[in-house]
């Protein structure tokens, strides 16, 4: 029912996110777009975790997914993270982690009502 664009200009990645909600439940998700295997890796992940997750749930494996790649510490138990975990080491790339985050910081704008392309400049 919703969609947004999400573009990295550093490398070129670029995505169109679609969301379904079905009150404040994620009832589905998927994404087009093309950009380097981190990426496209990330967003697929995503997509896979977050159908069926309510509003709160999805704010919330944003923001400890974030906290994975941009914080000092690595994080205390990675197998909490799934699938996801496999994108930990990313955090040794700071130039990389805009990659991984893009669909991701797409999908919190997305889920807060954003109309406006989300850019990770």
Avoid at 80 to 87: C, E, H, S
Wanted: contains cysteine; charged residues 20%; hydrophobic residues 40%.
């Amino acid at each position: 029912t919703r969609s947004l664009e999400g573009f990295n200009p550093l490398c070129g990645d670029r995505l169109t996110l679609y969301l379904k909600m079905d009150g404040e439940r994620v009832s589905d998700i998927s994404f087009n777009g093309s950009g380097c295997a981190i990426s496209t890796a990330s967003a697929s992940l995503m997509t896979e975790a977050m159908k069926g997750k309510s509003r709160e749930q999805a704010e919330k494996i944003f923001k400890d997914f974030h906290g994975m790649l941009t914080d000092n510490a690595p994080p205390a138990d990675p197998a909490a993270f799934g699938k996801l975990a496999v994108l930990a080491g990313v955090r040794e790339y700071p130039s990389r982690v805009k990659c991984a985050t893009l669909c991701w910081h797409t999908l919190h704008a997305l889920i807060d009502g954003a109309q406006v392309p989300v850019s990770t400049e």
